[in-house]
């Protein structure tokens, strides 16, 4: 996946043959993603035909060949695409916005499928004009910070698919769905067992629980996070204790941790912030000396991987978030936990269907926090696409590694863990001598979106006000933006980002 645009391109369709016989058949909203408002029929007789010749700025076109042979050739924003297509294979799915030439063999018959009745307004019959207005559309000047939308468009036909089928089976709780997103995450985790929660703070909250920790208890927790991280921690009776992090990667200091152990420590919360895994082997090593519980907050770190092993599997329980920006997301609120421990999975399970797997037969004073079927059927579907997004998050990344290297007297960039392979949930800069809130400014000037994650270590929050000496992840609140990441936006958009912010930046240190 290169970027959001889609572009001319291939579908199978269905063919039944039998004794001479062929039956093709697409679907609206099944091979190809809008429903037909219009069918026209091109057709040439014993001499070649030349058509085409135009653009459309919003309607969506379906191409099948019925006879003969057709030569297709498109131009737009996505570059030039060439087909041949012959009866009963496959057809052309042609988004707004690409000049086409037709090319009909004698004989040759083709079928297309419009989105929209005819508009002559939708049309550009001038090729100059045509060249005008991509330009025009091409033209870069503002980037979101996130994409969901350009996700949920693409993606629509199936997601619709899946509402629809959710709704008729009837089963709208837990559930089949659920149970089938459970077997499918713990593979991809490669954990012995996925448990479907809520969301990510009643992961790690039920993963604590059913770890015992409760009252009297301390659990060290990286107090750059977000605030879930410390809350589950509260939420059991406990009491959070604050570390800082490491420069670069932003992972839990591993020299805190030690001197932060006391009798009452009983778990250590690890963060794999950004997406960028933290550095695992030292700190289960020192858990196990100690006998602490290890829970990885993986709620930003779907995928990520730490010497070849996947985030989520490394230490005695992770909490993962579905939060819909997440880079595995829902349509709404989600979370689950994944273990190899069969006692804390069953404990979890439990916990989270009010102390119950029989009905009525309640053992645990529980929570209800399920997942729901729609979410599960939402986010098995999801998790297939989850590898080539990350992929894309990993791309867009090194393309802000390799352009913004050289601001390094102005800017620190977010560093990978050794042996680890980064998600990048989010990619935060750290400004050095330039106020934070001057650079937001100008870049919202230009257009470009960006987020702070987080502006307040926990410990200062108003919720905890109990400060600690955090002076790196106090800089990195106090300095770090979040620049646009999402696997829908363009290698334009970011080459955009990047221009930007030097520019801001050449400003900034010229003033
Ligand atoms: C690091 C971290 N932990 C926990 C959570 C909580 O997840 P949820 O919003 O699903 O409760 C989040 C969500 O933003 C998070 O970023």
Same mark, same amino acid.
């Given at each position: 996946m290169q970027s959001n645009i889609v572009v001319p391109h291939t579908v199978a369709i269905q063919s039944h043959h039998k004794d001479g016989f062929a039956l093709s058949i697409a679907e609206c909203g099944g091979e190809f993603n809008f429903l037909a408002k219009r069918q026209y029929v091109l057709s040439s007789s014993d001499a070649p035909v030349e058509r085409g010749s135009h653009a459309h700025k919003e309607l969506w076109q379906f191409m099948v060949c019925l006879g003969g042979e057709v030569d297709l050739k498109f131009e737009g924003l996505g570059g030039e695409f060439r087909f041949t297509l012959v009866p009963g294979k496959e057809g052309v799915l042609v988004p707004p916005g690409y000049w086409r030439d037709i090319s009909l063999k004698p004989d040759s018959v083709l079928s297309v499928l419009a989105s929209? @009745?005819?508009?002559?307004?939708?049309?550009?019959?001038d090729y100059g004009q045509f060249k005008e207005w991509l330009a025009a559309k091409g033209q870069i000047n503002s980037v979101p910070f996130v994409a969901l939308d350009r996700c949920h468009e693409t993606l629509k036909a199936d997601l619709s698919k899946i509402f629809d089928a959710t709704v008729a089976s009837n089963?709208?709780?837990?559930?089949k769905a659920c149970r089938e997103f459970e077997l499918r995450f713990a593979d991809f985790c490669e954990t012995e067992f996925a448990i479907g929660c809520g969301n990510g703070l009643d992961a790690l909250t039920l993963a604590l629980r059913a770890a015992g920790i409760g009252e009297n208890d301390e659990v060290i927790v990286p107090a750059?996070?977000?605030?879930a991280t410390a809350l589950a921690v509260s939420s059991v009776g406990a009491k959070p204790v604050f570390v800082d992090c490491l420069e670069g990667t932003y992972s839990i200091d591993i020299g805190g941790i030690e001197s932060n152990i006391t009798p009452k420590t009983r778990a250590i919360i690890v963060v794999h912030l950004y997406g960028i895994p933290a550095d695992m082997d030292p700190i289960v090593a020192l858990a196990n000396k100690h006998g602490l519980f290890v829970l990885e907050d993986a709620a930003q770190a779907h995928g990520a991987t730490y010497k070849g092993k996947?985030?989520?599997? @490394?230490?005695?329980a992770a909490a993962f978030s579905?939060?819909?920006?997440?880079?595995?997301?829902?349509l709404g609120d989600g979370g689950a936990v994944t273990t190899d421990d069969p006692v804390l999975a069953e404990r979890i399970r439990k916990l989270c269907n009010y102390g119950s797997t029989v009905k009525y037969q309640h053992e645990l004073q529980g929570v209800n926090s399920r997942l729901d079927s729609l979410q599960a059927n939402v986010l098995s579907y999801k998790l297939s696409l989850l590898p080539d997004w990350n992929e894309r998050r990993r791309q867009i990344a090194a393309k802000y590694h390799e352009s913004l290297g050289e601001c390094s007297d102005y800017l620190d960039l977010p560093q990978v863990t050794k042996a680890g392979e980064a998600v990048w949930h989010l990619f935060p800069v750290l400004l050095k001598g330039i106020a934070r809130q001057s650079v937001i400014d100008a870049l919202a000037e230009l257009q470009v979106s960006t987020g702070i994650h987080y502006p307040y270590t926990i410990d200062k929050t108003e919720a905890y006000d109990s400060p600690v000496s955090v002076p790196v992840a106090e800089k990195v609140a106090e300095g770090g933006i979040s620049l646009p990441m999402d696997p829908y936006l363009t290698d334009g958009e970011i080459d955009y980002v990047c221009s930007a912010l030097k520019s801001v930046l050449e400003q900034l240190v010229g003033d």
């Open positions: 929209e @009745l005819y508009d002559e307004g939708d049309y550009i019959r089963e709208l709780v837990l559930g750059n996070s977000f605030i996947k985030i989520g599997s @490394l230490g005695h579905f939060y819909p920006t997440k880079n595995l997301g829902a």
